[in-house]
């Protein structure tokens, strides 16, 4: 193998590729990124058994061949080298590597013993990508983190025509997210896709812009495989069985009888700043009344803290109870200015909603926290 690549190309992409390796290889050759060299195309892999990374960039090959290194140590040279073309040349079991007067000679693993990548499965859909990187970062942080709940670890996809549902929950909440996307096949698929793969992905593919194509393997074949294709880049993931997946939309409330609009930002501010005499499993308290919000926290015996600020209320006034750390997350994710909060009560579940310019409650957001009973 012998080609030249740009510097920039080639660091952008080892750096994307080694997000699929193992932080603890049960194989060594797993640790290695591959480097495949034909036709005028280099492409990097990188695999970990449950998620596949490839990326394909324009090279100027010289002679064909096949590579595989170290992918932590290769990511960690290609991004200090100088901005000069690469020039990389596999003899033997070395690799060497070339920027302008930086010389780098690498040892390689054995190519063959790299177990084969899984083939991208046919797509069944295509959806912008900078929205769907955003909207999976909405819905991944309600998402578990218990790996002895590996159901609840997943963010569900699922279709319904032209709208593309993503939704997440660890039993506490339940973040979902709508998009509009462009289907290619007659069925409605769904998936459960590991959350932290998925966000890892769509954050990599969100800036590149353009399309993203969403591929899912055929439910016959038994891969059980999520395909995500845009700029270039592949990746693919293993699913999570999602037989026993919780029927968390139907937690949403049909009608409240309140609703609340405040200030995001200045929220998140009094939240953070009241929360820090909460104990660990703490609640802050929100009571809402025709004079505006006040968020209290603390104990008779502890600590206290207490802030006003201002809301508008339509209903009678209402007290309840959040874990902080779990609204915050919901308010810092809502991407608004303003927040609409509904309720039907104390010891129901309340909805956040970013509100758009017009005043408007964008319902094709929607994170849903339960309260914590306290008494007062």
Known sequence: MKLRVERDVLADAVAWT?????????IPVVAGVLLHA??????????????ANRQTMDASVQSDGT?????????????????????????????????GASVFTLP??????????PALPGTVGHVN???????????????????????????????????????????YRVAVRELPWEPVVDTDPTAL???RALHDTAKALGPLGG??????????????????????????????????????????????TREVRVD??????????????????????LTFNERGLIVEAGGAEAARASEAMEADLAGEELTVGFNPHLLLDGLGHLGSPTTALSFVDAFKPAVLRPVDADGTADSTFRYLLMPIRVSR
């Open 38 to 51: 034909e036709g005028g195309e280099l492409t990097v892999c990188g695999y970990d058994y449950e998620t």
């Open 108 to 117: 390689t693993m054995p190519a063959e013993d790299y177990p084969k990548l």
């Open 211 to 256: 399309r993203l194509a969403l591929a899912l393997a055929d439910a016959t074949s038994g891969e059980g495989l999520l395909g995500l294709s845009a700029g270039g880049r592949q990746t693919t993931s293993r699913l999570l069985d999602a037989a026993n997946y919780p029927p968390v939309l139907t937690l949403f409330p049909t009608s409240p």
């Open 18 to 26: 080694a997000k699929a390796l193992p932080a603890r290889p049960h």
């Open 264 to 285: 995001t930002a200045t929220l998140i501010e009094v939240v953070k700043r009241v929360a820090l005499v909460a104990e660990r499993t703490a609640p802050v308290l």
């Open 129 to 171: 990508a900078a929205a769907f990187a955003a909207g999976v970062a909405q819905v991944a942080v309600a998402a578990g983190r218990d790996d002895t709940l590996p159901l609840l670890t997943g963010v569900r996809v699922e279709t319904d025509g032209p709208v593309l549902r993503l939704f997440a929950t660890d039993r």
């Open 67 to 99: 590579a595989l290194v170290s992918g932590r140590l290769l990511a960690e040279i290609t991004k200090s080298l100088p901005g000069k073309p690469v020039e990389l040349s596999a003899a033997g079991t070395r690799l060497k590597l070339v920027c």
């Open 193 to 195: 896709v590991p959350a």
